[in-house]
């Protein structure tokens, strides 16, 4: 097998990394301080072509590979996860699900503000009362002429309350369970259409987190997103995409709390030797950076699946599980090789450590994870 990047990937990973290191950590803590969403720097990642990563170039996107794109999340989200988040959620949920299935009329209207970060986008799938669960939804849209009346509430959506479109899912024909959800398109200033509770969280915190509330939304049949009843179906195509790149997060946050342990070790002493010097703690920087390359390869194969056109349901699940699990083992070694350092929100890896929890829950949690892995296996098929 050739673990060879691409000279364009490799020049791709270099401008993300310098562009993390120049523009993204430096301002990191004190927007996860005052919970500050880093509207700035989405601006620049605009005008790098990072919010349109996977969009066609005739839809003002990069066209670019899942490959390079794994590598962007990893290389942002080494710096700052909730960075991190905020630009893959925008790419891989949003975007993406127009690029899949939207006409080209929606394509035109939607993608080119998307891939030009002159909007940024939201996906609502979760609410209060169904997660895992999505036949459990109560959004529902009920046709009525050419239009559909949208009533209900999303959960936890990533860029919420600062998105300016938004596909979320519906129940259009209850009677078919999660075989009867439609998707559409929203944008922001729709009558009834409004951000709920923006939420506090653990972790993430420069990361815009909030409610959806659609409250008698009439949205014209034209912004129906792929075919009616397939809503569900498209939501599964579409978080594989996202899995990887929650896949690529973990790595990048597990990287970063390395790095971080690395740089304490060698300056950090005691008993007459710098910490870098005590062979037990050698192995635990070790097994970290072992597990950090795994996920990696892990992610990476994933998404060169993807780039192939090839199954990739079972290597997304499998990065994902691995690579959140691996950086919240990471994270949970680099506070306690810090110490009482470790602890404090003057270093790095406190922050990694509440971020990267996120990672094992978000896009299916681990037990989903388990379940899609177990499913395509044993040959079932949800």
């Known amino acids: 097998m050739a673990f060879e990047l691409t000279p364009e990937q490799r020049q791709i990973r270099k401008v993300a990394r310098e562009f993390a290191e120049g523009e993204v950590a430096p301002v990191a803590a004190k927007h996860d301080e005052t919970c500050e969403f880093p509207a700035a720097i989405v601006q620049k990642l605009g005008e790098l072509g990072f919010m349109g990563v996977l969009v066609p170039p005739q839809y003002g996107g990069a066209g670019l590979d899942y490959v390079s794109y794994a590598l962007i999340v990893e290389e942002l989200s080494r710096s700052d996860g909730s960075v991190g988040i905020t630009m893959w959620a925008h790419n891989s949920l949003c975007a993406n699900h127009i690029n899949l299935f939207g006409t080209k009329a929606q394509k035109e209207k939607y993608l080119v503000p998307l891939a030009r970060g002159e909007a940024i986008g939201a996906w609502g799938l979760t609410e209060p009362g169904s997660g895992s669960d999505a036949a459990g939804m109560k959004s529902a849209a009920v046709r009525e002429g050419r239009q559909f009346v949208l009533n209900g509430t999303k959960a936890f959506i990533t860029n919420g309350s600062v998105g300016r479109i938004a596909v979320v899912m519906a129940i259009t024909e209850p009677a078919l369970g ?19 509770q923006r939420y506090r969280k653990l972790g993430l915190h420069a990361s815009d987190t909030s409610e959806l509330v659609f409250d008698g939304v009439r949205v014209p049949e034209e912004n129906l997103l792929g ?7 498209n939501s599964l195509q579409v978080l594989e995409g996202g899995r990887i790149a929650m896949a690529a997060m973990a790595v990048g946050l597990a990287q970063g709390a390395l790095d971080a342990t690395v740089a304490y070790m060698k300056q950090r002493t005691a008993f ?10 050698q192995g635990m920087v070790a097994e970290m950076a072992t597990e950090i390359e795994a996920a ?3 992610t990476l194969r994933a998404a060169y699946l993807k780039d192939q056109g090839k199954p990739a349901r079972q290597a997304a699940s499998m990065a994902k599980v691995f690579a959140s699990e691996v950086g919240m083992r990471a994270a ?3 506070v306690q090789l810090h110490g009482g350092a470790g602890y404090v929100t003057e270093f790095p890896v406190e922050r990694i450590f509440r971020d990267v929890k996120l990672c094992e829950i978000g896009e299916g949690t681990s037990e989903v994870q388990r379940i899609v892995i177990a499913r395509e296996l044993l040959g079932f098929r949800a």
């Open 332 to 334: 949970t070694r680099a």
């Open 272 to 281: 007459g030797k710098t910490l870098a010097e005590f062979n037990g703690l």
């Open 227 to 233: 075919e009616l009843h397939m809503g569900f179906v």
């Open 296 to 298: 990696r390869l892990l």
């Open 178 to 196: 999660s075989k009867g959800i439609s998707a559409f398109i929203l944008e922001r200033g729709m009558p009834g259409f409004s951000p709920g």
